[in-house]
């Protein structure tokens, strides 16, 4: 297995970042998932976008798209795996012990991994955490994700795949590495942005694509909605069948299977959306 680190590829054994790397020290740093299919990635130009902008919002550098373009084909190309999970990171690099930023240039990592196509349907647990809708982070993809890590402990406890949010005023928000979609009377809905979800990527493109509405949700519409969802980089749109202890028999319903055919054809058709 390779790997990219600063400017080259590298055996995976002899990869090294210093132990004083700010992302580890901090979790001052910044990242990005990618799904690769037979070795071409999906949506890149839109994760790059996003990338850029979680650089500027911790005030990082620009991240070079040209170098990470060319670093996501040469890890492919030397693992060209059917169904592949790229992983960006991009950090403050070097520096000191504490909270200040070093000064020695930033750290930049890109890997493969295999992954394997996610089920039809899913369960989901929601947790008592808070998103904070107001936050520095809020809205950006960091490395600071030891909230997650616990949520999805959480979560598997429970024989659950994803754990989903609430923000600080109690309106639905998003799972540790999702956005979520509900249905009612027919209609697909999804919390805005403003809930401080991610701007999800797939989020974005099933609402462009299925035409739902961002609208501020109680986080209790989980136990009336006819129909629950989430939209993930390797979930794409993936079924709820079970919300805490409430089922929903028949996950996918008719509009989530819907949006799963619209999402696999419109993705087909476009790789980089
Ligand atoms: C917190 C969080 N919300 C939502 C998502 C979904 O975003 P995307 O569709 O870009 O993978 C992710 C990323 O995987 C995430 O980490």
Same mark, same amino acid.
């Not at 919002?57 to 084909?73: K, N, S, V, Y």
């Not at 295999?114 to 960091?142: I, M, Q, Y």
């Not at 701007?199 to 629950?228: N, Y």
């Given at each position: ?7 080259? %590829? ?5 990869? +090294?970042?210093? $132990? ?17 299919? *037979? ?10 976008? &996003?990338?850029?902008?979680? #650089? +500027? ?12 373009? &060319?670093?996501?084909? #040469? $890890? ?18 070097? /520096? ?7 000064? +020695?240039?930033?750290? %930049?990592?890109? @890997? ?10 899913? #369960? ?6 808070? &998103? ?6 809020? /809205? ?18 429970? /024989? @659950?795949?994803? @754990? ?28 805005? %942005? ?18 739902? +509405?961002?609208? *501020? ?6 136990? &009336? ?11 794409? $749109? ?9 089922? %929903? ?18 993705? /087909? ?5």
């Amino acid at each position: 297995m390779k790997i990219w680190l600063d400017g080259g %590829l590298r055996d995976a054994e002899s990869a +090294r970042v210093s $132990v004083f790397d700010h992302g580890l020290t901090v979790g001052d740093g910044i990242f990005e998932t990618v799904k690769a299919v *037979d070795g071409t990635t999906f949506a890149l130009t839109r994760h790059l976008d &996003r990338l850029t902008r979680s #650089a +500027r919002g911790l005030g990082l550098p620009d991240p070079d798209h040209d170098e990470i373009r &060319r670093a996501c084909a #040469a $890890v492919l190309e030397a693992d060209p795996t059917p169904l592949g999970r790229l992983r960006i990171t991009y950090t403050g690099g070097y /520096g000191p012990l504490g909270s200040d930023r070093g000064d +020695r240039g930033t750290t %930049l990592v890109v @890997a493969v991994g295999a992954t394997a196509r996610r089920a039809d349907s899913t #369960a989901v647990v929601t947790v008592p955490w808070t &998103r904070n809708e107001r936050g520095a982070l809020t /809205g950006l993809k960091t490395t600071s994700y030891a909230e997650n890590v616990v949520a999805l402990a959480r979560a598997h406890q429970h /024989g @659950a795949t994803e @754990a989903l949010f609430a923000n600080t005023v109690g309106q639905l928000c998003e799972g540790t590495g999702s956005n979520v979609f509900v249905v009612l009377d027919g209609e697909i809905h999804t919390p805005p %942005l403003a809930s401080g979800c991610l701007a999800g990527i797939t989020r974005e493109l099933t609402v462009d694509w299925t035409g739902a +509405r961002e609208t *501020d949700l109680p986080l209790d519409v989980l136990e &009336r909605a006819d129909e629950v969802f989430l939209t993930s980089t390797l979930r794409d $749109v993936q079924a709820v069948h079970r919300v805490d202890d409430r089922e %929903l028999p028949g996950a996918p319903g008719p509009v989530t299977a819907k949006a799963m055919r619209i999402f696999t054809e419109r993705a /087909g058709n476009d790789l980089d959306p």
